[in-house]
């Protein structure tokens, strides 16, 4: 059974290394590395914010994944937040991204968007079976 609860500090090294990982960082809209440090600044700074809220997805009491969620600011007929998410490189391939994205916007309902690399195969499967609607969706390429 999965379950979330609420990043803390503590997340800051698990967070770094699934965030500095090859493929996320091939898949993210900045494909550069960060320091340990700044990281942990971007993290306090997230954690303290009514903008953003980050979830960690547990397993059998093991750490497996992460939901982010920053709120868009926007007309009505927008979605309310933009979705993003990354399973720990250890545990891939698994099916863990689909269960965990269909669990999470079925725990947490509301309007979301995600921003998805055309090429991220993976991801654009999560996000259609977490019901994401199509034109939500929007498939990215950046470089
Ligand atoms: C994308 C990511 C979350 C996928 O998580 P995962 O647990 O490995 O994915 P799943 O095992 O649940 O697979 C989901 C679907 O993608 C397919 N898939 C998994 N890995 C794949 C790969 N490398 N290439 C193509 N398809 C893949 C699965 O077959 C499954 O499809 P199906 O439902 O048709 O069977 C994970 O690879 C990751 O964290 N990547 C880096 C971060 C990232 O890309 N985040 C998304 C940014 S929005």
Redo the contacts with the bound molecule.
Sequence with gaps: MLSFRRAVMGDAKSLYEWRN?K??QR??HSSRSFDFESHCRWLQKSLGSEDREIFIAIVDGAEI?MVRRDRLPGAPESADWLL????SPAV???????VMLVQFVTQYPARYT???KSD????I??AE?AGLRPSFMVLKNYE
């Design positions: 990982d493929e996320t898949n993210s994944g993003s998410w990354i399973i891939r391939g698994r099916g863990y991204g689909s995600a921003e998805v991220n195969t993976a991801s499967r999560i079976k």
